[in-house]
């Protein structure tokens, strides 16, 4: 993702004519309509009524043209798909309505008293100065509408200064009044451009930040579950889900520091496949993996208590971690699992003990001492399995 230090040319040229159009489309009509109102007061005494009406009438319609073709191009949004379309179509509006107000200044200086020509001259400046305020977000709109009210207006008084004793004196006004605000508007311009530039940084620093954070986020979800998954990689046994002996010893670990504190028992049973190496040799690989994977359901099903780990210790070997748990229920455990085993009759012709699968254990209880390590627990465990398989296996062997 590439940060834009300054907005583009075509992007910066559709902004103003969106802040355009949506600052002036109200203001446009409402300064004009309010200049029309005012033309009728001034004038009804001594121009035709019926044509001083046709002319406000005509003018609105003029303007509400202006105003909805500016709100179609705003819900259209042709100002995005064409906009030089709409840019000329803005500056023909704003040059009708200039050249409108210039001709019927033209057209009542020699029909209404001076008095009455100077106010009205009054409400054209007025109103243009009005303007600057909301159309100078396209320079040029501004402009036009100056060369097509003021402009001529200015000159009119200048060919006809005899005509009247302060036409020359208006002419010049208005040409200097018309390069005040050709000056003023460009530089108003400026900082209305300046001002769009800058809100679209803002903005596109903003969003592009927000895409980041997401992005990030996004990321660091993703890393969690990676590592989520790895430390399952590192912990789960791939072949019957359950706990390595990575696990198992940090589980150890933490349960003897536990028992330790609180001054409880901690119980481990480790236990072992009779004559496994026989059944491979016999049934196959393939068919030992499943006895494994069915001992380790039925080792899960035979630890109910909360906090109880089983895991495969390596090879043959599982182990199961009994928090709690005393000598006497720790053999209870031991006594449902050698049930349970015998009950799945797993065929195992090469085995001395009824043909099936039966497994050997070793049961251990300790309330551990502050040199106790997992270690030492897992030995005396594993010395209570050597007793069981040289006692003529699938028994249970307390140490």
């Known amino acids: 993702m590439i940060y834009q230090r300054h907005i583009p040319g075509d992007e910066l040229f559709v902004a103003q004519l969106e802040a355009l159009m949506q600052n002036g489309r109200v203001a446009t009509m409402s300064v004009h309509l309010v200049g029309v109102v005012a ?44 906009p030089r ?10 040059a009708v309505t200039g050249m409108i107000w210039s001709a019927v200044y033209i057209y009542v200086a020699s029909k209404v008293p001076i008095t009455m020509q100077y106010m009205f001259l009054l409400v054209i400046v007025m109103i243009t100065a009005f303007s600057m305020g909301y159309s100078v977000f396209i320079r040029e709109y501004f402009i036009v509408y100056i060369f097509a009210s003021l402009w001529p207006m200015a ?19 208005l040409l200097a009044f018309c390069a005040v605000l050709v000056s003023v508007s460009d530089r108003v311009y400026q900082s209305f451009r300046n001002m769009i530039s800058l809100n679209w940084e803002r ?40 706990g390595n002996r990575r ?48 001992l380790a359901d039925l080792m899960e099903s035979a630890t109910a208590r909360a ?25 209870r455990t031991a006594e449902r699992l050698k049930e349970l085993v015998v009950a799945a009759g ?21 309330i551990p001492d502050a040199d106790l390590a997992p270690a030492d627990l897992i030995k005396r465990a594993d ?8 006692s003529g296996r699938n028994t249970i062997t307390v140490n």
């Open 39 to 82: 033309t009728v007061i001034l004038f009804w005494q001594y121009l035709p009524l019926p044509v001083t009406l046709l002319w406000a009438a005509g003018f609105s319609i003029v303007l509400l043209l202006r105003s909805l073709q500016m709100s179609n191009a705003l819900v259209e949004r042709t100002y995005q798909s064409h």
């Open 85 to 94: 379309r709409v840019y000329w179509q803005l500056l023909i509006g704003t």
């Open 155 to 173: 000159w009119w008084s200048l060919v006809h200064y005899w005509d009247q004793s302060y036409n020359l004196l208006i002419g010049l006004l």
């Open 203 to 242: 903005e596109t620093m903003a969003q592009e930040l927000g895409d980041l954070t997401t992005s990030l986020r996004d990321r660091n979800r993703q890393l969690r579950d990676a590592r989520r998954q790895l430390t399952d990689l590192a912990n789960i046994d791939e072949l019957t889900g359950l």
């Open 247 to 294: 696990l198992v010893n940090n589980v150890l670990r933490e349960e003897i520091n536990r028992a330790r504190r609180g001054n409880s028992s901690l119980a481990v049973i480790l236990l072992d496949v009779d004559y496994f190496k026989d059944y491979n040799d016999n049934y196959g690989h393939p068919a030992g993996d499943l006895v494994l994977k069915r």
């Open 307 to 331: 906090g109880e780990v089983v895991g495969r210790y390596g090879g043959e070997e599982f182990i199961l971690v009994l928090p709690g748990a005393s000598i006497q229920s720790a053999l």
């Open 346 to 366: 797993i065929p195992h012709e090469k085995s001395d003990i009824g043909g099936i699968i039966t497994v050997s254990q070793g049961v251990v209880s300790v």
């Open 383 to 390: 010395k209570a399995l050597y007793q069981s398989k040289h």
